[in-house]
T-cell receptor, first 110, second 115 residues
Framework: GQNIDQPTEMTATEGAIVQINCTYQTSGFNGLFWYQQHAGEAPTFLSYNVLDGLEEKGRFSSFLSRSKGYSYLLLKELQMKDSASYLCAVSGLRDDKIIFGKGTRLHILP | GAGVSQSPSNKVTEKGKDVELRCDPISGHTALYWYRQSLGQGLEFLIYFQGNSAPDKSGLPSDRFSAERTGGSVSTLTIQRTQQEDSAVYLC?????????????FGDGTRLSIL
């Protein structure tokens, strides 16, 4: 079966660091994406991982372990504007099907 | 246009009516995706087009749903005999070639409400 799990909600403090985990079980693996979605808006691309390891991009980093079916998104120096849903998505054996998790709603407190 | 354009942005209709949703992808993007997002839920994959072809239609929820793409550009998603459970935001996305490594660019969606 196809399954992507991520926490439903998380809360963190402005200026702090937060790690959002994602585990997946899919038929085949072609890469893992993280998207950010503010309420009422379209998702926007954050990162893509296909090889094991950490990809750093400014305040955001994404990690992948293919053997464990595990990824995380790390957000540093949190800002109020980071309050949003973060969607983990996996591209499977076929390019024509991208499976999205239900998203993690991140609340940032001042 | 600069981004993916969807119309209408909002649609309210009565149960049993047919609706047609439109997506205009980024110019030159050959891959086009339709998703559905219910309140507080993740994205549900509906269908993917590579050019004008949709190799797999199994993601469509029922035979009331159909989609087409003409000229390798604009796509329409049609829902016949709408039901209340069809109420959701319908998102369209496009990517350059539809290959696994490419990010998808999303439109702002059509918010569909069935009364």
């Amino acid at each position: 079966g196809q399954n992507i799990d991520q926490p439903t909600e998380m809360t963190a403090t402005e200026g702090a660091i937060v790690q959002i985990n994602c585990t997946y079980q899919t038929s085949g693996f072609n890469g893992l994406f993280w998207y950010q979605q503010h309420a009422g808006e379209a998702p926007t691309f954050l990162s893509y991982n296909v090889l094991d390891g950490l990809e750093e991009k400014g305040r955001f980093s994404s990690f992948l372990s293919r053997s464990k079916g595990y990824s995380y998104l790390l957000l540093k120096e949190l800002q109020m504007k980071d309050s949003a849903s973060y969607l983990c998505a996996v591209s499977g054996l076929r390019d024509d099907k991208i499976i999205f998790g239900k998203g993690t709603r991140l609340h940032i407190l001042p | 246009g600069a981004g993916v354009s969807q119309s209408p942005s909002n649609k309210v209709t009565e149960k049993g009516k047919d609706v047609e949703l439109r997506c205009d992808p980024i110019s030159g993007h050959t891959a086009l995706y339709w998703y559905r997002q219910s309140l507080g839920q993740g994205l549900e994959f509906l269908i993917y087009f590579q050019g004008n072809s949709a190799p797999d239609k199994s993601g469509l929820p029922s035979d009331r749903f159909s989609a087409e793409r003409t000229g390798g550009s604009v796509s329409t998603l049609t829902i016949q005999r709408t039901q209340q459970e069809d109420s959701a935001v319908y998102l369209c996305a496009s990517s350059l070639r539809g290959q696994g490594a490419e990010p998808q660019h999303f439109g702002d969606g059509t918010r569909l409400s069935i009364l």
